[in-house]
């Protein structure tokens, strides 16, 4: 198959799967091409059956602001045209669902059918979702796509609480491909960082108020209080100068540490006891399932997607929003016992198992050889 993935190339969730994605798919055979304004960060170097298809947004006077969603409906259809592709796959509803629309009925009146997935992430819905400016093109978008596809099942009833959308919408789970994280232990890393033999509690994101950064710190604070601990707090966002000023209200920087956006987080988690994710909001918690992999047990909220991926009392720890004395109670439950902290460990890979991409890149392929052949016999 020649499947078209259009995603955001940053180092958010949507645009980590659509990558992962696209490189599983290569490696099957298929031939991707990735449409977007940056190569994705999770691309790497060149590889065997992928095709990277750069949009250029050029600056015109009579725009405020770049007209990317035009551009990129123009850059589908040339790609689709000229490299004749099968199946588009968007990830992240605006503006790629309603791009491929315009895309799509663009390349019909020049002869070309072709059927689009939309999958929907997390923000697209529950933030985009709250702003009643965007339902009405957002809604179009998703019921005229030929299948959308949700992460969690969470995010499939907030979609359908949120928009008025009468598509049926298939649950395929983020992923993790567990072959890149099997790690070996660093000790030398991990006593650049802990030289005391402290505990290591890390935190990924990109740093934004719905991650709840003030309660990492807070929680870190208290439990720093009892048992001797450092923070890795990876990738960076507009939280990050109010985070660093309320380190030093607390008197943590010498035990916290900002290691700034990686594109391999596979290296902190390697030295890492514990991982944290206080989110007012996750629509599935794709960097707590990578957490997972590594054998890292989670403290997180039971918001959204995360109660489908951190099994309470088995892989991690749960509490509500905000509630910073019984996450710092959970931390210290596991923080304080070697023996329970190696069994939660050992759960929680066990756990990530169950969102191998050898498990989930089956339902993407039946999708698509199913909207591919039902195209085929609509074309007679």
Do not use: W
Not at 313 to 323: E, F, K, N, Q, Y
């Amino acid at each position: 198959m020649k499947i078209g993935i259009v995603c955001y190339p940053t180092f958010g969730g949507s645009g980590v799967v659509a990558t992962e994605l696209g490189k599983s798919l290569a490696a099957k055979g298929h031939e991707i091409h990735f449409i977007t304004y940056n190569q994705p960060v999770r691309l790497g170097s060149f590889r065997k059956n992928i095709f990277y298809h750069e949009v250029n947004v050029s600056e015109y006077p009579l725009f405020d602001y770049p007209p990317y969603e035009l551009v990129l409906a123009s850059k589908m259809v040339d790609v689709v045209k000229h490299e004749k592709l099968d199946l588009l796959h968007v990830h992240y509803a605006i503006p790629h669902a309603s791009a491929a629309y315009t895309a799509k009925k663009i390349l019909a009146e020049q002869g070309i059918e072709l059927p689009v997935v939309t999958t929907l992430h997390g923000t697209d819905i529950t933030l985009l979702g709250r702003d009643a400016s965007f339902e009405p093109v957002i809604s179009f978008a998703i019921n005229k796509s030929d299948a959308v596809t949700a992460v969690s099942n969470s995010l499939k009833n907030d979609t359908y609480k949120l928009f008025g959308v009468n598509k049926d919408i298939s649950v395929i789970p983020n992923f993790v491909c567990l072959d890149q994280f099997k790690l070996e232990a660093n000790d030398e890393l991990r006593a650049a960082h802990a030289p005391n033999g402290e505990k290591i509690i890390t935190h990924i994101s990109n740093f934004r108020p719905v991650k709840r950064l003030e309660d990492v710190v807070r929680v870190f604070a208290e439990v720093r209080k009892k048992v001797p601990a450092k923070l890795l707090l990876v990738g960076d966002g507009p939280e990050r100068n109010r985070i660093e000023q309320l380190c030093r209200e607390l008197r943590t920087c010498e035990d916290v540490i900002m290691l700034g956006k990686l594109k391999n987080p596979v290296e902190a988690l390697s030295i890492s006891d514990l991982f944290f994710l206080p989110s007012e909001a996750e629509s599935f918690g794709l960097s707590a399932l990578e957490a997972m992999a590594a054998g890292i047990p989670v403290i997180s909220t039971n918001t959204g997607g995360l109660p489908e991926v951190n099994r309470h009392g088995v892989t991690g720890m749960m509490s509500d929003v905000g509630d910073v004395e019984d996450m710092t109670k959970n931390t210290l439950y596991l923080l304080e016992n070697k023996e329970l902290l190696a069994k939660f460990s050992k759960q929680a890979k066990e756990r990530a198992k169950d969102f191998d991409i050898h498990s989930v890149l089956p339902q993407y392929e039946a999708l698509y050889a199913r909207l591919i052949e039902k195209q085929a016999v609509a074309n007679g």
